[in-house]
């Protein structure tokens, strides 16, 4: 008697791949599954007639529903990764639209789009995996821990009736076919007791209702495998431990660790969890001869353990030809009680247990093998089995390798996807994300001749890449979407082309034509899938029969529209992220333009208010300023004390300076009107460079001029822009003052000709960042003191702005400084004039137009009367603006000339008026002192025009016929 080293047992053990299984049992499983067997319920009770093929089976589910767990889980990760980008760029993309106002009814459709983008990506994904409902149980094992699967039907099911009649044909061909007539384990014996134990522990469960019904008869038949198990490894030491056992009378268990070193229960606890088997089908192998406390340690259901102890004791002694009577073998009562049993029903209990078995047996035709006593005559099993063995895995061999290339397809496609999603960034160009998508159908779907197309509606035109062969590169071709239009139609050839006429091009009541296709279309040999992405088709892929691998089964062309819908959604994403990148362009543009306005508005106003004190002081300095002056002159005229002469002619020449000073406040607070003129500007500013020519060049600053041909006139005052001019020219001139260097001036158009422009650039020193917000501030210089009063530029903005244009500046230490001016053209004055001439002679055969003049000036009102009249209009007078709404009240009135400010009701308010109760009569504005914010508002009510005081009459008349003339 040898006891072997319990680490080499265990070595033995985990070096098992397969178990003996009953020679009787192959041949009848072997000849029904040769035969064609479909069935997988026939197939599971064939199966579960062995505890070999069950355990083999169970091991093969568990670790297929492992790796499918595992596969799951990264998918699901994936698609929570996908769904949280998706909607971090969904919420970027509706907080952009709410800021761009307009923009965002646009947004918000595009984060719909990109929401449903997400629910398809969802849907794809699962399409791909294929969709298979034990996913759901893969999960929930996932979750519970170790994967369980403890109903072979289950098992049967999830693996697929190829992979069990590979394992029933393996076992087949396996050397280890049960032996007979050895002194060892009595096979026939072991295999009526474990069949026996698993039904009536499947009646047991059945009967009390329990929640393991499933995993019980599994449990009762696999219960003792670990006898075979030491059968296999150490058969004579296992013969050894039998007939210790019966000689010395003791305890099977103890029998094989006094012989072998361990039990049969350790050692079918360790193949169980070294095939991984379930944890509750562990639990029983181990301990179902050890008492009751110790279920506690294992998770195993102790309902379970008891269901498997009661059926082994009622499986004691049964007969082998199962038609005599039988006594109920003695079980314990606790064990009955604990399971809800009565005494009768354990009677009961076992007479169904022997007919049970017997209908089962007889049902799978299982009678001969049982008369032939369920395994003698082995050899000539074997002889029966193998041959029909080695054809029918012949013939499972090509199906799988068929299967294998499927799945290498399958695995080809994930590749290709993945490797797209890879290469895809954001910011690429659509000509990139094109050719990575192109390249994605060319690898995924092994087509070797196909074109790819995607609708550019921007561009109103579908952009593709087509290939003739694997090895080339794709080549770009675009279609016009609109008929007539050239484009490489030519390149494609008349069979695409007539398929695209069909499906793709050309545009629909919704945009894009192609954009409705939904599902696959074959024409012939060419196969169209559409790229389908939040909810349309976003492109599309067209490939030739002949020249794919592509199963053109339901199946496969399903399989193909997933994966067209995956690079659509691709598509889609790159599409949504384009938009939300245009969209925070134009947020950053309009925050932009917003500042600069706002930045322009404050120093509006601080400019306004400092002018406003300006003026005050100015008009307040100047009478004691003349006094002063005067006095002195009068002295100095009468003194000859030379040196009371020099201190009396510094007091005029300073008077003088600060009466300048006090002029250009005047000019800064309340510039004078300009007198606008249609006028050449290239010959404008050549006219003061002349001037000023040769003191710079004596100064070293060499002058150039950049005149653009063909400028419409400006509208401006010639003299206000020569002021404006000599400003910047004085100031460059004192940056260049110490080197020299460059004065150059350029003319120009811009918005469309209806603004012209004037750059004066330098290249001194240039003007420092902090510097530069101030430079149009009153009295603010950077020059010495004594060098400049700091109200040039602040005059200069000033003349620009009653010019109704704008003056800025570009600068950089060290790199110059440029200002820009920039004032309306004259393009359309002639135009307006000719109208106005027109409305004239019409108005002498229309009858007399009534004009309603309001000014609080009654001189000026007089004029403007006489004036009227004496052009043959008719007029009526108002001092204010409540004597203006009586008139308009009770005589027809065909147009108001209007002063802003009046006593009582100022023109602001009756513009009101005129737009809510006189809406027919139009109006126009003629004031002296408004402000630029009152004349913009004037115009916002309705004004047609604008004049300032003083005005030359023509022009008012003009005004006043073209206004006339539009109503």
Known sequence: MSTLKRGTLRQRIEALEFLPVLPAVVKHVVSRSVAGLQDEKVLARLVGLDPSLTAQVLRVAGTQLGAASTQLGAANAQLRAAGTQLGAANAQLRAAGTQLGAAGTQLGAAGTQLGAAGTQFGAANAQLWGGNAPFSSADAARRGGRTAVTRVEDAVSWIGLQQVRRIILGAALSPDIARSGTRGLDFAGYWRHALACATCAESIAARIGSAHAGAAYAAGLLHDVGKLVLDTIAPDDYADALD???????????????????????????????????????????????????????????????????????????????????????????????????????????????????????????????????????????????????????????????????????????????????????????????????????????????????????????????????????????????????????????????????VALGRAEGGWAGAALSDVVRRNDLVVVPMLGAGRSVGQIIFDVEASTIELSEEGLSEVLAFAGACGLALARYQAEALLVERTEELATAIWKKEMAHQQLIRAERLASVGKMAAGAAHEINNPLAVISGRAQILLSRTEDPEMAKALDVIVRQSQRASKILTDLMQFARPALPKLEPTLVNVAVHEVVAMVWDRLDAKGIRVVEHFAEGLPRALLDKRQIEQVLLNLILNAEHAMRESGGVLTFRTGAADGRRLVTIQVADTGHGIAPNVLPHIFEPFFTTKDEGEGTGLGLSVCHGIIEGHHGSIAVQSEVGEGATFTVSMPSATDLSRQLERAAGAAASERDAGRPVILVVDDDADLLEVLKETLLHRGYGVETAADGVEAIEVMSRAAVDLVLLDIRMPTLDGLAVLEQLRERFTRIPAIVITGLASQEEVAEALRLGARSCLRKPFEIERLLAEVRLVLSEK
């Open 244 to 502: 210790f056992m019966r000689m010395q009378n003791v305890f099977v268990l103890e029998a094989e660790r006094r012989t072998i070193g361990i039990d049969h229960a350790l050692a079918g606890k360790w193949l169980a969890e070294r095939w991984g088997l379930p944890e509750p089908l562990i639990g029983v192998i181990w301990l179902h001869h050890h008492p009751e406390e110790s279920f506690e340690s294992v998770a195993c259901p102790a309902e379970l353990m008891r269901i498997v102890r009661l059926a082994d004791a009622l499986s004691q002694g049964l007969p082998a030809d199962l038609t005599a009577k039988a006594a109920v073998p003695p079980v314990s009562e606790e064990l009955v009680a604990r399971l809800g049993l009565k005494p009768l029903a354990i009677r009961n209990l076992h007479d169904e247990l022997i007919k049970e078995i017997r209908l089962r047996v007889e049902e799978l035709g299982l009678d001969e093998a049982l008369e032939a006593g369920l395994g003698e005559g082995a050899p000539a099993a074997d002889r029966f089995a193998a041959p029909r063995a080695h054809a029918e895995l012949a013939a499972i061999n090509a199906l799988a390798d068929a299967e294998t290339e499927s799945l290498q397809r399958k695995v080809n496609r994930f590749r290709a996807l993945h490797e797209m999603n890879l290469k895809l960034r954001p910011g690429q160009s659509f000509k990139d994300v094109l050719r990575i998508i192109a390249d994605a159908v060319r690898q995924g779907l092994e087509v070797s001749q196909g074109l790819c197309l995607v609708a550019d509606p921007e561009e109103n035109q579908l952009r593709g890449k087509m290939w003739r062969s694997m090895r080339e590169p794709a080549s770009d071709f675009a279609l016009s979407l609109d008929d007539g239009e050239a484009d490489d139609r030519a390149n494609l050839g008349a069979r695409i082309v007539s398929v695209l006429e069909e």
